[in-house]
């Protein structure tokens, strides 16, 4: 196995800068999540990657060895698509066994499929493709054509023919996101679990940030060909990088007020508090900021609120309860137990975490330090 390393990849179409000076390092055996909204280049720097797009600069190294000028079959990576790519005419044997075949060199597309290979090569590659379609519960379904498979079947045997020729580096572009909502968390279990089981240098490509909060052991976070942070799932959530992470990651998204930090207190149009912090200095003082925190950092109160407004919206999703509330034309969300009962159009009152909150700078966006509390 090996890492993957990005050193100034750029990426344009015509005159449309889609990704710019990408410095990525993807470690051996671990499992990187490139998330981002739709447009942002994530899938185009996968396929730079593979080898499936051509770089306009940068590097892409695969442990020592640079591979941006190899062709795709000469990078030893496999990758698997959203849209499944299976041969329609050939049985799940055959489109698992497919790459192994190629391997070895036989052709296909010809009648004697079976008889282009040595003995010893047809009983390598049967045992093969029984241990993957047995890894992955599916051994049952070989001789079926992907027409008679349903769309999870499809995914798993997608992953089967990636994952029997045994490649360096798993490349998956949005696999799950034609599957249903059950089916979907069932399969991201499913991968997780077999990637911790072939310790394969994994890169997978999403638009759901569950997936990658659950799925990553870090995450890189794009926005307009721009990686905006590399971390861990918790860090990231705990910790972003900027307001662009922090609405990205987290659900429902994080709250924002607009405020300035002036005598030991944060002022704005919707709030008025006292900061806890025992030195005013670490944040600037009389400069625009902008005040976040979670949903799941504000709870109700019935006196002494720092936030008050009418409950516009109760979501109920059973283990808890999402309440959107319009403060004077801002809305914000707040996650409470499923215990509470509100109705719309009440009148709320609402307390922060004060150990909980972020502040950004007004104009940058970027985090500004965590003060000592």
């Not at 990658?212 to 590399?230: D, F, H, K, N, P």
């Not at 109920?316 to 801002?330: A, F, K, M, P, Q």
Request: charged residues 20%; proline residues 5%; positive net charge.
């Amino acid at each position: 196995m090996a890492g993957v390393r990005l050193s100034g990849v750029s990426k344009t179409f015509g005159q449309n800068l889609v990704l710019r000076d990408i410095d990525l390092t993807i470690a051996d055996r671990e499992f990187m999540v490139l998330v981002g909204p739709s447009g942002c280049g994530k899938s185009t720097l996968l396929r730079l990657i593979a080898g499936l797009e051509t770089l306009s600069a940068g590097e892409i190294y695969l442990g020592d060895r640079q591979i941006d000028r190899l062709p795709p079959k000469s990078r030893d990576m496999a990758m698997v698509f959203q849209s499944y790519a299976l041969y329609p005419h050939m049985s799940v044997y055959q489109n698992i066994a497919f790459g192994l075949r190629r391997q070895q060199g036989g052709n296909i597309w010809t009648k004697t499929f079976n008889q282009t290979f040595n003995r010893k090569s047809q009983v390598a590659i049967a045992n093969r493709v029984q241990d993957v379609a047995k890894s992955l519960q599916i051994q049952n379904l070989l001789q079926r054509k992907p027409s008679e498979l349903s769309g999870g079947q499809k995914q798993r045997v997608a992953l089967g023919r990636a994952i029997a020729r045994n490649p360096q580096v798993f490349l998956m572009d949005e696999p799950l996101s034609n599957l249903d909502a059950q089916l979907r968390s069932e399969t991201r279990s499913q991968l997780v679990q077999l990637q911790h089981q072939l310790q394969t240098t994994t890169i997978y490509v999403t638009h759901d940030q569950t997936e990658a909060m659950t799925m990553g052991s870090r995450i890189a976070v794009l926005r307009g060909g721009i990686v905006q942070q590399v971390d861990t799932p918790i860090n990231i959530y705990r910790a972003p990088a900027n307001v662009f992470v922090a609405g990205f990651i987290g659900s429902p998204t994080m709250n924002f007020l607009p405020v300035k930090a002036h005598n030991q207190t944060l002022v704005g149009e919707y709030l008025n508090i006292q900061i806890p912090w025992q030195t005013s200095h670490q944040i600037p003082s009389d400069r625009n900021l902008i005040l976040g925190f979670r949903p799941e950092h504000i709870k109700p109160v019935s006196e002494i609120a720092h936030l008050s407004g009418r409950v516009k919206l109760v979501e109920s999703l059973g283990s808890e309860t999402n309440v959107i509330v319009d403060i004077n034309g801002l809305v914000i969300n707040a996650k409470v137990s499923p215990d509470l009962i509100f109705t719309e159009g009440e009148l709320t009152h609402w307390q922060l975490d004060l150990e909980k909150f972020h502040i950004f700078d007004g104009e940058t966006e970027s985090r500004l330090p965590n003060p000592q509390i």
